[in-house]
């Protein structure tokens, strides 16, 4: 059955500094997709990334990046230069062969950015 | 247009009532999800419909009755609520195969429902 870890419970940065919030996937299919998601205080899940397992290419889209191992069955969320407004609770997750699948999620990461 | 949109935003009532939520998507997709967000914000699936057919119910108490009277449309009934049943219920469609290129999970604003 398929897992997703994210040992982080909280972070807190100030300001300007670089996090990186991590995530381990345990699954047994060889196709499979990762996601990541923000939920804002305002409480709805805003989707961020999608990837599949056959693109082990890190991806960069201002100042978000993602780091995908499939080696350390890791995908690991880095924000640069963080801002106030990157506050909020991020989920990383899975989904077994895609399609219909049902999507597994961690537990999230509460990231607080303070001024 | 709101690609996933579900009401009420918000739902309070007591033990023991009968209460619906319901949602609605407008991207084509065949599959419908249910998740469960509980206080702790761990998001765990409930149900999910493709094409008004139910493929995945999770160990989910019969008082949960999900009904999908199109594929745009996957409401979710709850009888006799409890007040573990307080939570936010977020809805979700998806592309029935990963083939087509829009392929992901589009989630509903959440309901919050309080039971007291």
């Known amino acids: 059955a398929q897992k997703v870890t994210q040992a982080q419970t909280e972070i807190s940065v100030v300001e300007k500094e670089d996090v990186t919030l991590d995530c381990v996937y345990e699954?047994?299919?060889?196709?499979?997709?990762l996601f990541w998601y923000k939920q804002p205080p305002s409480g709805e899940l805003v989707f961020l990334i999608r990837r599949n397992s056959f693109d082990e290419q890190n991806e960069i889209s201002g100042r978000y990046s993602w780091n995908f191992q499939k080696s350390t069955s890791s995908f690991n969320f880095t924000i640069t230069a963080s801002q106030v407004v990157d506050s909020a609770v991020y989920f990383c997750?899975?989904?077994?062969?895609?399609?219909?699948?049902?999507?597994?999620f961690g537990k999230g990461t509460k990231l607080t950015v303070n001024p | 247009d709101t690609a996933v949109s579900q009401t009420p935003k918000y739902l309070v009532t007591q033990m023991g009532n009968d209460k619906s939520i319901k949602c609605e998507q407008n991207?084509?997709?065949?599959?419908m999800y249910w998740y469960k967000q509980d206080s702790k914000k761990f998001l765990k699936i409930m149900f999910s419909y493709n094409n008004k057919e139910l493929i995945i119910n999770e160990t989910v108490p019969n008082r949960f009755s999900p009904k999908s009277p199109d594929k745009a449309h996957l409401n979710l009934h709850i009888n006799s609520l409890e007040l573990g049943d307080s939570a936010v219920y977020f809805c979700a469609s998806s592309p029935w195969t990963e083939a087509q290129t829009n392929y992901g999970y589009t989630f509903g604003s959440g309901t919050r429902l309080t039971v007291v």
């Open positions: 699954t047994r299919d060889t196709t499979y997709y």
């Open positions: 991207l084509g997709h065949d599959t």
């Open positions: 997750a899975l989904s077994e062969k895609g399609g219909s699948e049902k999507l597994v």
